[in-house]
C-alpha cells in the first residue's frame, strides 16, 4: 500500500542528490523494504522515482528527508505530504501505452543461460533518448545466444521524463525491478550500458579492459568521422568514466572488470546512433569470436 510521509525540508540530508530521499531505517524495516532500493513518490499528480537511503537523523519514523533539487522534482513544498509507492515499474503495460500514459516499464531480452554480453539501456524512451534503441540494435545484431537486452524506458512531457525517472547506475537496485533481479546472480562475461548526457564528447568508460575500451574508441571514431563529435575514453575519475564498483555496468560482470559505459552527446545520439551502435557491434562480435577461438 501507498504510503504517507511529511517531506521535511533539508539540504544536509544524507541524500545528496535530487533523485535521493533520507527515509528512517524503522521504516525501511516495517515496510519490508531494502536499503537503497528505488520507490515512486507521488504529490498533487507529479510522480518521480527516488532511491531510498537509511538516514538515522530523521527524527520521526514516518518523515522523510529531501533535498531543494529534489523538492523541485515534485513540486512539493516543507511538511506538505507525499506518497510512497514501492512498485517502480508497471509490468503489464506495453510499450505504446507507456508512451502514451507517461508511463515508466522495463523490458528483457534472455534466453536465461548464456554468460557472453549484457547490454543495458536504464534511461530509455524519452529519459535519455535512443540509448535504448542503441541497445537493441547491438542484441538484434549479436543474437540471442552471446548477448542479452535489459532496459528501462520512460516517458512524459517534453522535459518532464528524466526529471521523474532517472536514477543513477550506481544506485539501481535489483530489489526494484524484477527482470534485472532475474539478472543478478548470473555474472556476464562483459556489460555494455547506453548512456546520454550533456557533455559534447562521446566516452568510453567502466571498468573493462582498457584494450576493449581502445577498440571502441577507434570503430566509433571511425563512424563518426567528419561529424566534430570527439569520441576518447574517460580519464581515471572523471566524472561518467562509470569506473565505480556499485556502477550497474560493472555489477553485472564476473570480479566487476567487464563493464563498457558509453555517455554520448545529444547530437552523437541523434544523428549518429545507428552508427555507434553499429560500431560497438563489430567490436563485441569480434572480441566474442576471438574468446571462441581460444
Known amino acids: 500500500m501507498p504510503l504517507c510521509l511529511a517531506v521535511r525540508h533539508d539540504r544536509s540530508t544524507g541524500a ?3 533523485e535521493r530521499i533520507g527515509i528512517h531505517p524503522r521504516m525501511l524495516t516495517r515496510m519490508g523494504a531494502e536499503p537503497r532500493q528505488q520507490a515512486r513518490v507521488s504529490h498533487g499528480g507529479t ?3 527516488f532511491t531510498l537511503i537509511p538516514d538515522t537523523d530523521v527524527e520521526e519514523v514516518d518523515t522523510i528527508r529531501i533535498t531543494e533539487s529534489g523538492c523541485r522534482r515534485l513540486g512539493a513544498a516543507p511538511g506538505q505530504t507525499v506518497i510512497l509507492d514501492f512498485r517502480c515499474i508497471d509490468p503489464a503495460m ?3 501505452e507507456a508512451e502514451i500514459e507517461g508511463e515508466f516499464i522495463e523490458r528483457l531480452e534472455d534466453d536465461g543461460r548464456h554468460h557472453r554480453l549484457v547490454v543495458l539501456a536504464p534511461h530509455g524512451g524519452a529519459i535519455e533518448t535512443r540509448t535504448d534503441q542503441q541497445a537493441e540494435q547491438v542484441v538484434a545484431s549479436l543474437g540471442s545466444h552471446d548477448s542479452t537486452l535489459w532496459a528501462c524506458k520512460g516517458w512524459g512531457p517534453i522535459g518532464h521524463a ?13 530489489h526494484s525491478f524484477p527482470l534485472l533481479r532475474s539478472l543478478s546472480a548470473r555474472r ?5 550500458s547506453f548512456h546520454g548526457y550533456r557533455g559534447n564528447d562521446v566516452l568510453i ?3 573493462a579492459p582498457a584494450r576493449l575500451k581502445s577498440d571502441l574508441r577507434n570503430a566509433i571514431a571511425k563512424a563518426v568521422d567528419g561529424s566534430g563529435i570527439r569520441v576518447r575514453v574517460a580519464d581515471p575519475g572523471e566524472r561518467y568514466c562509470g569506473e565505480s564498483a556499485s556502477n550497474l555496468v560493472n555489477r553485472l560482470t564476473a570480479d566487476a572488470a567487464g563493464g563498457i559505459q558509453i555517455e554520448q552527446s545529444r547530437p552523437a545520439r541523434m544523428l549518429h546512433g545507428r552508427a555507434i551502435a553499429a560500431a560497438v557491434s563489430e567490436v563485441y562480435d569480434s572480441w566474442i569470436a576471438a574468446d571462441n577461438r581460444r
Open 47 to 49: 510522480t518521480a522515482l
Open 205 to 207: 568508460g567502466g571498468l
Open 188 to 192: 556476464f562475461q562483459w556489460a555494455l
Open 16 to 18: 545528496s542528490t535530487g
Open 94 to 96: 506495453t510499450e505504446k
Open 162 to 174: 528524466y526529471r521523474a525517472w532517472h536514477i543513477s547506475s550506481t544506485d539501481l537496485s535489483v
